[in-house]
């Protein structure tokens, strides 16, 4: 199993630019996240989906958007990026069922906006 | 929505000596209790987790945490720290009800002192 995968493990916007951060899991988990990691904040959360089909905001979604049309990916989509958007994003995916609840996740993406 | 705090967010300990971090949530009912590493430039680590049934826990490379629902605390112990714990540790609670969303702490990031 590669787990949870992030790409690109870097990546440098221009302000107003736009892109798509991707993410794929291999385990076969209902559930899917995207956070953003600021020094000294930990984790926000952005967006989450329970199952394909289905997304729902975090704490922080301004300035984002996601779907989720398989089980598998769960890309995050910047629009109009800005210098606020420079941070580390994480993906996780879970399944709550078997006993298991934690969140694995991906290694990152680091984005930085300038 | 429910909290968690760390006390401390920057905790330094020689070489051998207790590594004690601190975890207290905010919640009328226990939630599952998780404690997370992440050394430089990676993804969070599931170190250990508290679900149900005895009330402390063992997780990987040594750590250990207890589960004190008078107290509202998950802390996250090792008997003798190594160089190789220096990282970031996160502690985050997930509801028991929904399960499908996680609620992280800001961090505690240790220093080993040789």
């Known amino acids: 199993n590669a787990g949870v995968t992030q790409t690109p493990k870097f990546r440098i916007l221009k302000i107003g630019q736009s892109m798509t951060l991707q993410c794929t899991q291999d385990m076969n988990h209902n559930y899917m996240y995207w956070y953003r990691q600021d020094p000294g904040m930990g984790l926000k959360l952005i967006y989450y989906s329970v199952g394909a089909g289905i997304t729902d905001k975090g704490e922080v979604p301004n300035g984002y958007n996601v779907s989720r049309s398989t089980t598998e990916d769960f890309p995050l989509r910047l629009e109009l990026a800005a210098p606020s958007q420079t941070s580390v994003y994480f993906c996780?995916?879970?399944?709550?069922?078997?006993?298991?609840?934690?969140?694995?996740f991906g290694p990152g993406t680091r984005l930085t906006v300038t | 929505a429910q909290s968690v705090t760390q006390l401390g967010s920057h905790v330094s300990v020689s070489e051998g000596a207790l590594v004690l971090l601190r975890c207290n949530y905010s919640s009328s009912v226990p939630p599952y209790l998780f404690w997370y590493v992440q050394y430089p430039n990676q993804g969070l680590q599931l170190l250990l987790k508290?679900?149900?049934?005895?009330?402390l826990v063992k997780g990987i490379n040594g750590f250990e945490a207890e589960f004190k629902k008078s107290e509202t605390s998950f802390h996250l112990t090792k008997p003798s720290a190594h160089m190789s714990d220096a990282a970031e540790y996160f502690c985050?609670?997930?509801?028991?009800?929904?399960?499908?969303?996680?609620?992280f702490g800001t961090g505690t990031s240790l220093t080993v002192i040789p």
């Open positions: 508290y679900t149900t049934g005895a009330t």
């Open positions: 985050a609670v997930s509801d028991r009800i929904s399960g499908n969303q996680f609620y």
């Open positions: 996780a995916s879970s399944s709550p069922w078997g006993g298991k609840y934690e969140q694995y």
